[in-house]
């Protein structure tokens, strides 16, 4: 039988392995936000 988190860990290891993804901290995470506020900064200062 096929699991939610059998899948879920599958297209996370393709997105990092593959795709250039990286691994966030958990313990970064706003949950309030639902983002990594350090990464939207990045984001925001490459887009200039």
């Not at 250039?20 to 900064?41: M, Q, R």
Request: charged share 25%.
């Amino acid at each position: 039988m096929h699991k939610a988190s059998n899948f879920e860990q599958s297209i996370e290891q393709s997105l990092l392995q593959h795709d250039g993804y990286s691994k966030g901290n958990p313990l970064d995470y706003n949950k309030k936000l639902a983002l990594f506020p350090d990464e939207v900064v990045v984001l925001v200062q490459n887009r200039r």
